[in-house]
């Protein structure tokens, strides 16, 4: 509570500089965004952040920099609007919700991302200008992937894609061709910035290979290398999540929407068992809330995966990374949200081995997972809904009706009317990343 009257009390003395706002106006209001977000207030945040806003359009801040100005100084400013503004998009792409400001009327270049000499300072602008990058990235595959959503909802006639696997497959596969853009994003990433991983561990591979801590003494750097390979895989998993779905229908003629549940179980593992290393070896980690939201997201995932493929081929792996993600929990925190967790398994283990008895017992099975007709986690089970871990609902119809929270990107017919500004093709969003041409790289 000190810290929250702390912060409406800077607000205030903010708010008298509005109508001649500066530089440090903007920055100040960057700062209160992240604060805001890590504190779990991400409506206040998101309020915040239209303000902070609208602060940079002012001061034009949206703008490519006057050819006046010192190429230092540019560089500044460009960071300065950038980071704001990849904050804005990532909040956009989380709470299902509109930019203040659109794409078409930014017209400020990114940021230098030159691999310049190890000065801390340009070292910052090294990983601010890749982590934008990488935000651009997923946006383009997220506005992209919801448009062709809402053709595929248009086309059924349906109320939902999940009322026709069908249609359901096809987006499947338009998200496969679209996440090239995220391959793209990885071939592109500095040397530098690359976590190491041992033996033959790839940066950024959802590959079971512990990570390799050789930078002790450049903590700054294997710090930033760390969160750039874990917000990849964050953003990763909240793009395959919606295809974690609950059908009483087949879906062995849907290959590629199980491919996808697999793939997000794979990153919420990697997620799991990157911060449990991380946390307890290095001090990287360390006073970095968002780690909390990183590993409320995977659970949630890992659960998900779990509730609709109790046989699935990545189960067992979804299954041991929940007790990893137990441990990660007991590093962060006194309270009982492990205790809650580790209940929580325990219903989940005794759906295991009914799943597992029903195949035992039937000559013929039914698919291995049950009869509803939304996701829980597209449709939203967040940490700090009130849900009664203790009467985890025995019928899976009562997760539909739970609150909406913030474990990941929404995925909601309603969301699809807010996708403007952006060609079907996604060609426009593609050009604005500057990216090579994508045709043909894998």
């Known amino acids: ?176 061709d679209r996440t090239v853009y995220l391959h793209t994003w990885q071939r592109h990433v500095p040397e530098v910035l690359h976590q190491q991983r041992k033996g033959s561990g790839k940066p950024f591979s959802t590959d079971d290979v512990e990570l390799c801590f050789d930078n002790a003494d450049r903590f700054t750097q294997a710090r930033q290398s760390v969160l750039l390979e874990i917000y990849y895989h964050v953003l990763a998993m909240s793009l395959y999540r919606p295809f974690i779905i609950f059908s009483g229908k087949s879906i062995t003629m849907h290959s590629t929407i199980e491919a996808h549940a697999i793939s997000c179980a794979k990153h919420a593992i990697a997620v799991t068992k990157i911060i449990h290393q991380v946390c307890a070896e290095t001090r990287y980690l360390k006073g970095w809330l968002e780690v909390w939201q990183w590993q409320w997201a995977a ?73 509803i007709s939304q996701p829980p986690l597209a449709a939203g089970i967040g940490n700090d809904t009130g849900w009664d871990y203790d009467s985890f609902p025995s019928n899976f119809e009562e997760i539909n009706d739970m609150p909406a929270g913030d474990s990941g990107f929404p995925f909601a017919t309603e969301q699809f009317s807010t996708l403007e500004g952006v060609d079907a093709g996604g060609q426009s969003m593609f050009d604005f990343l500057n990216f090579e041409n994508f045709e043909g790289l894998s």
Request: net charge neutral.
């Open 1 to 176: 509570m000190a810290g929250l009257w702390w912060h409406r009390r800077s607000q205030e003395i903010l708010a008298e500089e509005l109508e001649c706002p500066s530089l440090t106006t903007f920055q100040c209001h960057v700062l209160s965004v992240i604060w805001l977000s890590n504190a779990g207030l991400h409506n206040t945040a998101y309020s915040v952040m239209a303000s902070g806003i609208r602060i940079g359009v002012v001061l034009g801040l949206h703008l490519e920099p006057s050819q006046h100005l010192s190429p230092s100084d540019r560089e500044s400013r460009k960071r300065i609007w950038w980071i704001m503004y990849a904050l804005e998009m990532k909040f956009a792409m989380e709470l299902g919700r509109p930019l203040a400001v659109s794409c078409s009327q930014v017209t400020c270049t990114l940021p230098a991302d030159e691999e310049l000499a190890p000065d801390p300072g340009r070292q910052a602008a090294l990983f601010t200008a890749n982590y934008v990058k990488l935000i651009l990235a997923n946006r383009a595959v997220y506005i992209t992937f919801y448009k062709k959503c809402a053709s595929e909802v248009i086309k059924s006639g349906k109320e939902s894609l999940y009322q026709d696997l069908k249609s359901l497959e096809e987006c499947a596969k338009f998200l496969a």
């Open 299 to 371: 659970i949630l995932s890992l659960l998900g995966y779990i509730l609709a493929y109790p046989n699935g081929p990545a189960t067992t792996e979804c299954r041991a990374a929940l007790d990893i993600a137990t441990s990660v929990l007991d590093l962060h925190s006194k309270t009982a949200v492990a205790d809650v967790i580790r209940n929580l398994v325990k219903k989940v283990d005794q759906l295991i081995l009914s799943a597992k008895d029903v195949l035992d017992n039937e000559t013929n099975p039914a698919p291995a997972y049950s009869a």
